[in-house]
């Protein structure tokens, strides 16, 4: 069983914490909810990773 679990795609500019909803929407601001399962940041930080472990060894 899944729940689609969102997040206020705003919540760093309009709320202190992240806000989590099952609509499409903030409840609390109205901005769009994203889905938070697949975290924005997500790839770029594997890639961040990628990069790091070819710094590494191109040092070694
Ligand atoms: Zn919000």
Do not use: I, Q
Not at 5 to 14: F, G, M, P, Q, T
Request: glycine share 4%.
């Amino acid at each position: 069983m899944k729940a689609d679990l969102r997040v206020c795609s705003a919540w760093r500019n309009r709320h202190e914490r992240p806000v989590y909803t099952l609509s499409a929407s903030c409840p609390e601001c109205g901005a769009d909810a994203v889905n938070s399962a697949p975290a924005p940041f997500d790839p770029e930080d594997s890639y961040g990773e990628y990069r790091r472990s070819l710094k590494r060894r191109a040092r070694e």
